[in-house]
């Protein structure tokens, strides 16, 4: 329960990508992640990690002053970018099948 007055702790934007760079490339847990930063709840860290894969590295940045057109064509040139990473793939995918088919 919130306290009227009372101070929540802020954890910086470097704190944050490194705790999604250990838990997303070095594959550690939330409780591992928890106990390095010393961020006492969970649900923090799913956040971080919501916002993280909705809208990649600026997702973690405090929003407040950031104009949300901004927001949008960021999120939006990251969510292009993953479709044409994906998109590449398949059409390599694609061109290895026609090469084994002979066509």
């Not at 929540?8 to 934007?13: D, E, G, I, R, V």
């Not at 705790?19 to 930063?37: D, N, P, S």
């Amino acid at each position: 329960m919130v306290k009227k007055g009372q101070k929540f702790t802020t954890y910086s934007y470097e704190i944050k990508l490194e705790a999604i760079r250990l838990h997303v490339k070095e594959g550690w847990t939330y409780r591992r992640i928890m106990e390095k930063f010393n961020i006492p709840d969970r649900h923090r860290l799913k956040v971080w990690m919501r916002k993280y894969r909705e809208l990649g590295e600026l997702g973690l940045m405090d929003g407040r002053g950031i104009p949300k057109e901004y927001v949008n064509q960021d999120s939006q040139i990251q969510r292009l970018k993953r479709e044409n990473e994906m998109l590449k793939k398949c059409l390599e995918i694609w061109m290895q099948e026609m090469k084994r088919s002979g066509i």
